[in-house]
């Protein structure tokens, strides 16, 4: 089988995200200081087409491209790489190979911009990457770097989402912890209206082994008015 260098790909990337052998080729290409500065920018621009992307982080063979990706490319290229995970995202980060992608990418976001892109990513499908065993771990880092970098997401779905479904969220083995790094993570009013939603439920969510944890955190934010509320709402159930 006859050999092509990295060029021979350019413009038909689409046809070669299940080829391994085409996937190593660029991935090495991406990791000599001296091809990388020729094949970069059309590899990245190529990764904004969703199938492209996507058809890479979904099989086992072009994860090590795209990682090759992460290494070299500037802001922008990282932001056209939130766009070419566009509606997939959720599937991307819920899939055994595609969230760890997904979760360096969020560990990789140095601006307001990056962080609202990643958020937006996943809106629409919030409660479902919360509770899935790969999504979680996605969710828990965005949470994490949104602390850190003290960001308010621009929109507000992702909270939207959150409150909605925050009983399901918190009584899944996997959401308990990535919805306690969400209430931490929010924003002073956000934060108020999340866990008005969950007071109203803790009736249901201390009898239940995850969401309990859920609520143990609530307490031991230390907010009088929470505990006042917890305790009236106790009241009503003994």
């Known amino acids: 089988q006859q050999v092509y260098g990295p060029e021979a790909y350019r413009g038909y990337l689409v046809y070669y995200v299940s080829d391994a052998s085409v996937c190593r080729i660029l991935a090495d290409a991406l990791r000599d200081p001296v091809a990388c500065g020729v094949h970069l920018d059309w590899i990245a621009d190529e990764l904004r087409a969703t199938e492209v992307l996507c058809g890479l982080l979904l099989g086992t063979c072009g994860v090590n491209l795209v990682n090759a990706v992460l290494d070299r490319c500037t802001t922008t290229q990282r932001l056209g790489l939130w766009a070419g995970l566009g509606a997939r ?79 399901e969220v918190s009584t899944s083995r996997q959401g308990c912890l990535a919805m306690q790094r969400a209430v931490e993570a929010a924003s002073e009013n956000q934060q108020a209206l999340l866990v008005a939603e969950l007071i109203s439920r803790t009736p249901q969510m201390v009898r239940d082994p995850f969401g309990n944890y859920v609520i143990q955190f609530v307490l031991d934010m230390g907010c009088q008015e929470t505990c006042d509320a917890i305790v009236e709402d106790r009241k009503s159930v003994v």
């Open 89 to 167: 995202a959720a599937e991307v980060a819920r899939n055994m190979y595609g969230t760890r992608v997904v979760q360096r990418m969020v560990e990789m976001s140095e601006s307001a911009v990056e962080l609202d892109a990643a958020a937006q990513a996943l809106c629409g499908n919030v409660v479902r990457v919360f509770m899935d065993e790969h999504g979680s771990h996605v969710a828990t880092k965005l949470m994490k770097k949104t602390k850190a970098r003290r960001h308010t997401f621009a929109s507000p779905h992702l909270y939207d989402e959150l409150m909605a479904g925050c009983e």
